[in-house]
T-cell receptor, first 112, second 110 residues
């Protein structure tokens, strides 16, 4: 079955700098790649996603990149703020499987 | 309103007691999940259900079982709870793409 690797597990950045989280997947049939943000004490919530017919998507300070050949995708947060501090999960799914597989998570800490 | 509802939100049980965690969704999603999350760590998949009575083990099924008799309900059962099952348990459901999570159940086994 699909496996999703996510790195780094912990990421510490200064406010105003960029943060990048990288994920890789195994199943070439995967065609949907969402990112979830989990704030302390809360449940994970979808923040941005990208489908396999795109290479780049941006929503405000969030940029996701997808390299289908390398089976890698990444989340970039530009101009980080303390409010971006949270756990982030990448995920992958294929439309023929009805199953979303999550990465192991990245704890982002943005210091003022 | 798309929602995944978990009950109870907080639960304290003694070691050896049986535990029932309940989850409901109002989106008619076929796929539902149970995860556990230990402090500061990621989501560990316990079980996945593809529809009524169509359940599969996840990565850490030992010590747990599930029941799905209606599409909108998915239960997690711990027979004879152990202290190392103290954790936060998240239920989730998904349709074609987005996964919706419940607010979690914080289980403490003493």
């Amino acid at each position: 079955g699909e496996q999703v690797e996510q790195l780094p597990s912990i990421l510490r950045v200064q406010e105003g700098s960029s943060a990048s989280i990288n994920c890789s997947y195994e199943d070439s049939a995967s065609n949907y790649f969402p990112w979830y943000k989990q704030e302390p004490g809360e449940n994970p919530k979808l923040i941005i996603d990208i489908r396999s017919n795109m290479e780049r998507k941006q929503i405000q300070e969030l940029i996701v990149l997808l390299d289908k050949k390398a089976k890698r995708f990444s989340l970039h947060i530009t101009d980080t703020q303390p409010g971006d501090s949270a756990m982030y999960f990448c995920a992958a799914s294929a439309s023929n499987t009805n199953k979303v597989v999550f990465g192991t998570g990245t704890r982002l800490q943005v210091s003022p | 309103d798309m929602k995944v509802t978990q009950m109870p939100r907080y639960l304290i049980k003694r070691m050896g007691e049986n535990v029932l965690l309940e989850c409901g969704q109002d989106m008619s999603h076929e796929t539902m999940y149970w995860y556990r999350q230990d402090p500061g760590l990621g989501l560990q998949l316990i079980y996945i259900s593809y529809d009524v009575d169509s359940n599969s083990e996840g990565d850490i099924p030992k010590g747990y079982r599930v029941s799905r008799k209606k599409r909108e309900h998915f239960s997690l059962i711990l027979d004879s709870a152990k202290t190392n099952q103290t954790s936060v348990y998240f239920c989730a459901s998904s349709g074609d793409e987005e996964v919706f999570f419940g607010k979690g159940t914080r289980l403490t086994v003493v």
